[in-house]
Structures are given as structure tokens and as C-alpha cells.
């Protein structure tokens, strides 16, 4: 078992997000992601074009959409989303919740890393508004550089 270095633990929009294995560790490029998320936290609906994703619940009930279906998952639940297919999430629980995120090939942490700032403490960061047309137009340039592509809004 890693002990979780500082520089693993990034403020990602809205959340907390610790690399806790990071895709550089081993041979075959796994990386596993654990995301601490507020009450409505949404990511843009999107799609990877280069890996599969592995959603795992740890705590919280979320509300995943995957292509044009819903499903409601709570502590426990695993959920596979293929790559080229959209999906998205939203916290449904008043005390946030925590996920995992488990790929290979490493694009997604790299986006992770890239669009995010160094944690300050390990909480969630404090709450941002809306985002500018600037700041999503660049956050959908990253994610394009990635491999993965913003194709619908966050849900409601």
C-alpha cells in the first residue's frame, strides 16, 4: 500500500480528486482515481475515445447516465462505460459522495492533471461559480487533447 503524496491530490472543478495509483506505476498504464464530490456535482456528459472506464461507488448515491439510460448507484456498485460511448454522473447525496475511476493508457489522469491546481488541504475546494465561455472553451481543449470529447451538458 502507497501512502498518498501530496502532489496526488488535486482540486478537479468542483472536487477532490487522489491519484491512487497513477497509470506511470505500472506496466500495463492502470490508473485508479478515488474522487470526493459536493451534493449536484456534475461532470460534462463525455465520452473517451481511447479507454474504457471503470465507475465504482465507495460512498453516496450517484445518478449515472450512460448513453440514454440511467441508473441510480449507491456504496458498492460498479459500472462499466466503453470507451466511444457517453456517459455522466451527478451526486444525489446531501453529504457528497466518493468514487472511484479506474482506466488504462493513463489519458484520462493526464487530463485530470492537467486541468486541475495542487489540493491546499485534503477537502473540497471551495465552491466555484459558473464556469466563463474562456474557461470551458479551454477545459474542452484539454479534454480534446486527451482523447476525450465534451458531447452534452452536465445533468440537471
Known amino acids: 500500500m502507497t501512502k498518498t ?3 496526488n491530490q488535486l482540486w478537479f472543478q468542483n472536487s477532490l480528486v487522489t491519484i491512487r495509483v497513477p497509470a506511470s506505476q505500472g506496466q500495463d498504464g ?13 461532470p460534462p456528459l463525455h465520452l473517451h475515445r481511447t479507454e474504457d472506464e471503470v465507475f465504482h ?4 448515491e450517484f445518478r ?14 460498479v459500472m462499466l462505460t466503453p470507451k466511444g460511448v457517453p456517459h455522466s454522473y451527478r451526486v444525489e447525496s446531501a453529504k457528497g459522495g ?6 488504462v493508457r493513463g489519458d ?15 477537502e473540497l475546494p471551495p465552491p466555484a461559480g459558473p464556469p466563463s465561455a ?11 487533447k486527451f482523447g476525450i470529447e465534451l458531447v452534452g451538458p452536465p445533468l440537471q
Do not use: K, M, N
Open 64 to 77: 449515472v447516465r450512460v448513453q440514454d439510460q440511467e441508473h441510480r448507484l449507491g456504496a458498492g456498485a
Open 134 to 144: 474562456e474557461t470551458i472553451q479551454a477545459f474542452t481543449a484539454a479534454a480534446a
Open 5 to 7: 503524496a501530496p502532489e
Open 98 to 103: 466518493r468514487c472511484l475511476s479506474i482506466t
Open 30 to 42: 492502470i490508473s485508479i482515481l478515488e474522487h470526493f464530490v459536493p451534493y449536484g456535482f456534475s
Open 108 to 122: 484520462f489522469e493526464r487530463f485530470v492533471r492537467d486541468v486541475s491546481r495542487p489540493a491546499q488541504r485534503p
Open 57 to 60: 461507488v465507495l460512498e453516496g
